[in-house]
């Protein structure tokens, strides 16, 4: 749900109960965690077309950490580009 309505929001229809969701949810501590493990690129996205850029900031830094987190556990051969075409996933991400 929280993808889709901001995809809606980035065509230009935004639910203005939505953001009314967002600002509650970030409100209260385990929620905010919840929300901002899992969706961290859509906050910041949504905090881009709300004019919130040091909060877009904040979850793009958040959404980037988990990203490395992710990549650092990646074999080797996933992202070498040596080999016949294992190093397509890194090519694919970069």
Same mark, same amino acid.
């Given at each position: 749900?929280?993808?889709?309505?901001?995809?809606?929001?980035?065509?230009?229809?935004?639910? =203005?109960?939505?953001?009314?969701?967002?600002?509650?949810?970030?409100?209260?501590?385990?929620?905010?965690?919840?929300?901002?493990?899992?969706? =961290?690129?859509?906050?910041?996205?949504?905090?881009?077309?709300?004019?919130?850029?040091?909060?877009?900031?904040?979850?793009?830094?958040?959404?980037?950490?988990?990203?490395?987190?992710?990549?650092?556990?990646?074999? =080797?051969?996933?992202?070498?580009?040596?080999?016949?075409?294992?190093?397509?996933?890194?090519?694919?991400?970069?």
């Amino acid at each position: 749900m929280i993808r889709s309505k901001v995809k809606l929001a980035c065509s230009g229809r935004d639910d =203005p109960e939505f953001g009314r969701f967002l600002d509650e949810a970030l409100g209260d501590a385990h929620h905010c965690r919840q929300l901002e493990s899992e969706f =961290p690129a859509e906050l910041a996205l949504y905090s881009i077309l709300k004019d919130d850029i040091d909060r877009a900031r904040y979850y793009s830094n958040i959404s980037l950490q988990a990203f490395l987190r992710v990549r650092a556990g990646w074999k =080797p051969a996933m992202y070498d580009d040596s080999g016949g075409g294992e190093g397509l996933v890194l090519k694919l991400v970069m």
